[in-house]
């Protein structure tokens, strides 16, 4: 019999949620597990033991293996990578010291300090090497000098370095010769080359990627070692995919060659699933938010297409790689509430995470938590995980008010409901960041709520913005693994232009040079899509390029489609540019001079799809599948005796009337007073404001 069946993990800090999905008969398990910080493998291995029982399957049944992981994000933003070293141009040893001459847009003009890099100066060295902005070769690399560098480092033991020369990205021979020296010199050692992690120019950006993917190198290697090691174990021989930043997936060979592009893993596999949610419930523009234990990731989603940026950041660094656009802040259902010295209380950045979590949870948590507040409010059961992971309401409630309550002269419940309108007040100011603040109103969009605690926070967060829909997936807190099944293998390979190139006077002139250098990109695409194993008549190759205004400092960049370059789709190409430009920046100039900077190519290897449930029997009728009821807590109103519905029983047809409790394995999504549920063909939970 043929595989048909996918895993699909993602790693969260708290919880490790999982899909066993069968592509033949349609049917889906999901499960999560608690997170083992201490090892992430373990988590990992637990989950997929767990779903397997629960199909009823076993590992040879495996087709494919994705994984949303967090550890190349964790070790740069925690500080956690081992010592690495970078080789460069002679001269140009302070290239990340020295940086761009900007200040983040909250920093203090006269306080701010720069952060320190991925590799300090003392472990830059240099070599004597040089090519012009064309990459023709002015001084030859010096071999010799090359050889003592590797020696150097050999001796002082590091496991990876990264290799940045001057203009690398037009001629990669010089880093590709010092590869091979320190492969003589210093066998092991793992090298991270410019021309390879982002061959285009700007020499602190393209330093600075080369720099954090030589840095992850070690620990994502190591991370993925592991779990292929367990997976192999268990008897999983299927071949394991990792997401990365754009929404794509690739193999375990290029992730440990380029863990960088795996930094937004976790966040972009939670888009790419709510777009199939929002287009499954007929909305192709969305807000998307992912409420987890530790953050919410934010997305703003225009015609079902999430924006994908180059100017993104990871921690305090810029990232010039293709990333999906996603907005995070520390809110989440273990975010920690706290009181001030002035009497002002907090909820988050700081969280219980997975260890100690909650005190609810009793695993040693003394600090009270947004879980903890739901708790007090009858939001959650008392149970989390299908009744496997108790939780106690007394301690939440000793906590809250000890810490909370005590301070600010509330009762407990008034301290709870503070607790969680304070961290919804958060989430709703980040949706605005990416709403409002880029020019779009967010009551033109349908709120996607998703992860374990996003449908507890979504009614309130639609009446601070006005949102009039609300949309709640079929399993909420293991969207993020539907979205692994839901994405495709994908990889961007670019190009800059050279100088004299850039101009774009007569279209037609420019027309072959462009075409031919554009062709060479799809064939470089098309190699590395044979090398992850994707069939011809599967593959796709989308064009795009970075254009910008003579004399500008940034470029946008506009999508050009597929197929071969004509003079008509390039005049086309330059329109968009206009369109773009006047779109984000109100004004465009359509006689000033344009510049093309940057060719891309999109590679993507369609994969089989997750497919969408199949319809249970005929629902409809006014409040059918109801259940219990418990007290909840609500703002303004106090404790309201609210029906429970059992997520499963919710056929589509339903309807019924907020206040109500929907309880699922995976989440616990809360309809308010003043909203009305519906639930859809495709079993989305429709929430709208009446």
């Given amino acids: ?81 081992p010592p690495t070293a970078l080789v460069t141009t002679a001269g140009f040893k302070y290239v990340l010291e020295i940086g761009r001459h900007d200040i983040p847009r909250h920093g203090n003009l006269y306080g701010w300090s720069k952060p320190t890099r991925p590799i300090t100066p003392e472990r830059v060295f240099e070599v004597t090497e040089r090519l012009d902005v064309d990459g023709s070769v002015l001084t030859s690399l010096d071999e010799d000098e090359a050889r003592a560098v590797a020696r150097h480092l050999a001796q002082l033991g590091v496991p990876s370095v990264a ?27 793992l ?32 991370y993925v070692g592991v779990l292929r090691e367990a997976l192999d174990a268990e008897g999983v021989e299927a071949p394991l995919l990792i997401m990365k930043s754009d929404g794509g997936v690739t193999s375990a060979a290029t992730c440990i060659r380029q863990p960088v592009q795996t930094v937004l893993s976790g966040p972009a596999a939670g888009v790419v699933g709510a777009v199939s949610v929002g287009r499954s419930a007929g909305f192709g523009d969305i807000i998307s938010i992912d409420v987890g234990g530790t953050s919410a990731d934010i997305c703003l989603i225009r015609d079902g297409r999430p924006e994908i940026t180059k100017d993104g950041m990871i921690g305090p660094f810029p990232m010039k790689l293709p990333i999906v656009d996603i907005h995070t802040i520390g809110a989440g259902g273990g975010s920690i509430a706290a009181v001030t010295g002035a009497g002002r209380l907090t909820v988050g950045p700081r969280s219980a995470g997975a260890e100690p979590g909650p005190v609810c949870y009793r695993r040693g948590g003394s600090e009270p938590t947004v879980t903890d507040a739901h708790l007090v409010l009858g939001r959650i059961p008392t149970a989390l995980l299908g009744g496997e992971l108790p939780l106690d309401v007394n301690a939440a409630r000793a906590a809250i008010d000890t810490r909370v309550g005590r301070p600010l002269r509330l009762g407990v419940e008034e301290a709870a409901a503070g607790i969680v309108e304070i961290i919804d007040n958060a989430m709703a100011r980040a949706i605005r960041t990416v709403s409002v603040g880029r020019g779009h109103d967010p009551r033109r969009f349908a709120l996607v709520a998703f992860g374990g605690a996003g449908p507890l926070h979504a009614c309130r967060l639609a009446e601070l ?24 293998i994908r990889a961007t390979f670019v190009r800059t232009v050279g100088t004299a190139q850039r101009r774009m006077g007569d279209g037609a002139a420019v027309v072959p040079t462009l075409e031919s250098a554009w062709a060479e990109l799809e064939a470089q695409a098309r190699v590395w899509l044979d090398g992850e194993q994707v069939p011809r008549d599967q593959m796709r190759f989308e064009r795009a390029a970075d254009l910008r205004y003579e004399h500008q400092s940034f470029e946008l960049t506009c999508p050009l489609g597929a197929g071969p370059l004509t003079p008509e789709r390039l005049n086309a190409l330059v329109s968009t540019f206009h369109a773009e430009h006047r779109r984000l920046y109100t004004y465009d100039l359509p006689n000033a001079p344009i510049e093309l900077v940057t060719l ?52 589509p047809g339903t309807t019924f009337d907020g206040p109500a409790i929907i309880e699922q394995s995976d989440s616990t999504p809360l309809v308010a007073p003043g909203f009305r549920a519906r639930v859809d063909e495709a079993h989305n939970l429709l929430l709208e404001r009446v």
């Fill in 1 to 81: 019999m043929p595989k048909t069946c996918t895993l699909a993990i993602d790693v969260g800090g708290t919880f490790t949620d999982i899909t066993f999905a069968d592509a033949a008969t349609g049917a889906t398990w999901v499960a999560k597990t608690p997170s083992t910080p201490g090892d992430l493998s373990e988590g990992f291995i637990t989950a997929v033991r767990k779903v397997l029982a629960l199909a009823g399957r076993g590992p040879a049944d495996v087709l494919r293996v994705f994984h949303g992981t967090t550890t190349a994000t964790n070790a740069i933003l925690e500080g956690k990578t």
């Fill in 163 to 189: 290799v940045v020369f001057l203009h690398a990205y037009a001629n990669p021979a010089h880093e590709q010769r010092m590869h091979a020296i320190l492969a003589e010199e210093y066998p092991g050692v």
């Fill in 191 to 222: 090298v991270s080359l410019s021309s390879e992690v982002l061959p285009q120019f700007r020499e602190f950006e393209r330093s600075m990627a080369t720099a954090l993917n030589a840095a992850v190198m070690p620990p994502v290697s190591r």
């Fill in 465 to 488: 913005l006005d949102i009039p829909m609300v949309v709640v997936p079929p399993r909420p807190g293991v969207l993020s693994t539907w979205g692994l099944l839901d994405t495709d």
């Fill in 600 to 651: 891309r190519v999109t590679a993507i290897g369609a994969l089989p799809k997750r497919a969408a449930p199949k319809s249970l029997s005929p629902g409809g009728g006014e409040g059918r599948a109801r259940g219990s009821s418990r007290p909840v807590y609500f703002r303004g109103r106090g404790f309201v005796e609210t029906p429970i519905y059992p997520r499963d029983d919710l056929t």
